[in-house]
């Protein structure tokens, strides 16, 4: 596949998930050593275009250290997230939320992709190139090779504190498109579990939730709420669990 085709899919999804080898102009390329590495980032560079895992210094971002161990989310270059910003970190946290939502059924459908976006374009303190780097770290989480197990024994070492706020991210996330998925079940009954609150009552929170939040679940007659930044700061526990993103 040509470059230019790519840009026209990026045009049209804002991403695109491939392997490099399926890059026409990166077949002469051996990126398997730091001067190929570094002729693939100066060719989606030159086209205006860079990908995850990130490649810097002629190395490789992720944890096989390799590009040809994953496949690649080629997104538009832009100006990079300020991680250190704690509205940035809110915003990485929810991305985080979204992703182990939509994975907690085991497989990735196109449409929990575009809920995923549909919940970052309602963080209304970012600005639109925030909320576009920070879908695409969402993307890239998704392609993580994380089981179910893995991504709750990271949620569980979260502080009783941290877990909550958590929970009440997850139950934000779960109303925003005013009907409540199977899968955002799943995550939820285990989140509950995790919090030491019985999983019964998820349903009747998830009401009471979307009542306090002016959303109506099962219809769409009322404007979907914006999701607003935590008014209080993040425990520092939520540092691990944002730890893979410090990479891309």
Excluded at 198 to 216: E, F, I, R, S, Y
Aim: with cysteine.
């Amino acid at each position: 596949m040509l470059i230019s085709e790519i840009q026209r899919q990026i045009q049209h999804e804002g991403y695109f998930i491939c392997s490099w080898d399926e890059i026409d102009e990166a077949s002469s390329l051996d990126v398997e050593t730091a001067d190929g590495l570094y002729e693939f980032s100066e060719l989606l560079c030159n086209h205006g275009l860079e990908c995850f895992p990130k490649i810097v210094n002629g190395t490789v971002a992720n944890i096989e250290k390799s590009l040809t161990a994953i496949a690649l989310v080629i997104f538009t270059k832009g100006t990079p997230l300020q991680k250190n910003k704690e509205d940035i970190k809110y915003a990485l946290l929810v991305a985080k939320i979204a992703a182990a939502m939509a994975k907690a059924d085991g497989e990735v459908v196109k449409e929990e992709v575009h809920q995923i976006r549909t919940v970052i374009n309602k963080l209304s303190f970012l600005s639109e190139s925030e909320k576009y780097r920070v879908f695409i770290r969402a993307v890239y989480a998704l392609r993580q090779n994380h089981s179910r197990e893995q991504i709750f024994s990271s949620f569980s070492k979260l502080s009783a504190k941290a877990k909550l706020q958590s929970l009440d991210i997850a139950k934000d996330i779960a109303i925003a498109d005013h009907r409540i998925d199977r899968h955002e079940r799943l995550f939820l009954y285990d989140l509950y579990r995790l919090c030491d609150i019985p999983p019964k009552t998820v349903d009747k929170d998830l009401k009471q939730h979307a009542k306090n939040k002016n959303v109506m679940l099962e219809r769409n007659q009322t404007a979907t709420a914006e999701l607003s930044k935590a008014i209080v700061e993040l425990d520092d526990s939520f540092e691990e669990l944002l730890s893979e993103f410090e990479n891309f």
